[in-house]
């Protein structure tokens, strides 16, 4: 199932919208005051480059294995939502899977079944993205975890800039920062893996005064003519979206990119049926073509605590935080979504992480 977590830092009020993909369906959104800052708090990782003890082989083999579970989870509960108002996201999903394996257009890892997939010809796309003018003058660059875009993440740290980049699945914390002045030419390539993020990133909390200069997100499908994007189904893209949007990294100018195969192009994406947390993007670079999609679809504004089920509150840390600190500060209970089975979670043991477990 999808999962928004957006924010908008304003006053405070408690009130209804209109969610676009059904007149019926209402949106809680909380606001809080102007300042934010008030109610902002810093969450460590458990792992970074001075840990002692780090166990890069131990580690990696935890998220290999995490992330097969999850996949196989994701498959399962896909099955069986042919009746839900949002079961044609992975009608689309699955062909274009279906489709990216039997063209041999997939790569490693495969299958690409519920994941952001990889394929021929990603390096060509991030070079394409290397070349936009909003990548080059961008000093910050917020790039996805995933094996398609870690070109990109090269290309950012090689080229002198801040990578700003999520912890897989939110599991060991938020975003980590990694500056290219603070690496060797020996440990970039692998500052751009998921064990490089955890041995030399920086974790950041939500208090961090951070200005992101472009957005790039991983996709499943994508339409040129909109912008309207699908994801793999988990709704990190879009928590991620939100939070940048709270610590005020981010706003509607900021551009929001995407690098695909041209086969990942489609048509059949309804604007009307997409959710108001679902975020557009600006630019699709494939290996062959830069697409501007002067999208019309609106970005998203807020957290929508009325979409965020229990079980995905109680698989990340810093949102549990957030909302306790947010209950605090206003008197108010926030409001809770329906019910959901979420893939598991990492716990990363002492083992892994020198000694130390948060």
Same mark, same amino acid.
């Given at each position: 199932?999808?999962? *928004?977590?957006?924010?908008?830092?304003?006053?405070?009020?408690?009130?209804?919208?209109? +969610?676009? *993909? *059904?007149?019926?369906? %209402? %949106?809680?959104?909380? *606001?809080?005051?102007?300042?934010?800052?008030?109610?902002?708090?810093?969450?460590?990782?458990?792992?970074?480059?001075?840990?002692?003890?780090? +166990?890069?082989?131990?580690?990696?083999?935890?998220?290999?294995? @995490? +992330?097969?579970?999850?996949?196989?989870?994701? %498959?399962?509960?896909?099955?069986?939502?042919?009746?839900?108002?949002?079961?044609?996201?992975?009608?689309?999903?699955?062909?274009?899977?279906?489709?990216?394996?039997?063209?041999?257009?997939?790569?490693?890892?495969?299958?690409?079944?519920?994941?952001?997939?990889?394929?021929?010809?990603?390096? %060509?796309?991030?070079?394409?993205?290397?070349? @936009?003018?909003?990548?080059?003058?961008?000093?910050?660059?917020?790039?996805?975890? /995933?094996?398609?875009?870690?070109?990109?993440?090269?290309?950012?740290?090689?080229?002198?800039?801040?990578?700003?980049?999520?912890?897989?699945?939110?599991?060991?914390?938020?975003?980590?920062?990694?500056?290219?002045?603070?690496?060797?030419?020996?440990?970039?390539?692998?500052?751009?893996?998921?064990?490089?993020?955890?041995?030399?990133?920086?974790?950041?909390?939500? /208090?961090?005064?951070?200005?992101?200069?472009?957005?790039?997100?991983?996709?499943?499908?994508? +339409?040129?003519?909109?912008?309207?994007?699908?994801?793999?189904?988990?709704?990190?893209?879009?928590?991620?979206?939100?939070?940048?949007?709270?610590?005020?990294?981010?706003?509607?100018?900021?551009?929001?990119?995407?690098?695909?195969? /041209?086969s990942q192009l489609v048509d059949d994406i309804p604007?009307?049926?997409?959710?108001?947390? /679902?975020?557009?993007?600006?630019?699709?670079?494939?290996?062959?073509?830069?697409?501007?999609?002067?999208?019309?679809?609106?970005?998203?504004?807020?957290?929508?605590?009325?979409?965020?089920?229990?079980?995905?509150?109680?698989?990340?840390?810093? @949102?549990?935080?957030?909302?306790?600190?947010?209950?605090?500060?206003?008197?108010?209970?926030?409001?809770?979504?329906?019910?959901?089975?979420?893939?598991?979670?990492?716990?990363?043991?002492?083992?892994? @992480?020198?000694?130390?477990?948060?």
């Open positions: 199932m999808d999962s *928004s977590l957006l924010w908008k830092p304003h006053s405070f009020t408690l009130g209804q919208s209109v +969610d676009p *993909s *059904s007149s019926a369906n %209402a %949106a809680i959104i909380l *606001s809080l005051p102007t300042n934010p800052r008030k109610l902002s708090f810093t969450l460590r990782s458990s792992s970074s480059g001075n840990d002692v003890g780090f +166990d890069e082989a131990a580690y990696e083999a935890e998220r290999l294995s @995490l +992330d097969a579970k999850a996949r196989q989870t994701m %498959a399962e509960e896909a099955s069986k939502i042919t009746e839900d108002p949002k079961a044609w996201k992975w009608v689309v999903r699955k062909r274009i899977w279906d489709m990216m394996e039997a063209q041999n257009i997939a790569q490693n890892p495969r299958p690409v079944h519920h994941r952001i997939p990889n394929f021929l010809g990603a390096s %060509a796309a991030a070079d394409k993205l290397g070349g @936009l003018e909003a990548f080059r003058v961008g000093n910050c660059v917020k790039v996805n975890p /995933d094996s398609p875009q870690k070109q990109v993440r090269f290309l950012t740290l090689s080229g002198g800039k801040k990578l700003l980049t999520p912890q897989p699945r939110l599991r060991t914390g938020f975003f980590s920062v990694l500056e290219s002045q603070l690496l060797t030419p020996n440990t970039m390539k692998e500052a751009c893996t998921s064990v490089g993020v955890a041995k030399y990133g920086r974790p950041i909390g939500l /208090d961090e005064k951070i200005k992101v200069d472009l957005l790039v997100i991983g996709s499943v499908a994508v +339409d040129p003519r909109t912008g309207a994007r699908l994801g793999k189904g988990e709704g990190f893209a879009e928590l991620e979206y939100g939070m940048l949007r709270y610590m005020g990294a981010i706003d509607d100018s900021t551009p929001v990119v995407t690098t695909v195969h /041209d604007i009307e049926k997409l959710l108001v947390h /679902d975020v557009p993007v600006d630019i699709i670079c494939t290996p062959t073509q830069v697409i501007f999609t002067n999208t019309s679809i609106p970005k998203p504004q807020g957290i929508y605590w009325d979409k965020l089920s229990p079980e995905k509150l109680g698989q990340i840390k810093i @949102l549990r935080e957030l909302k306790r600190r947010i209950e605090r500060e206003t008197g108010q209970k926030l409001p809770c979504g329906p019910s959901e089975k979420l893939p598991p979670t990492a716990r990363r043991g002492a083992n892994l @992480l020198g000694g130390k477990r948060k």
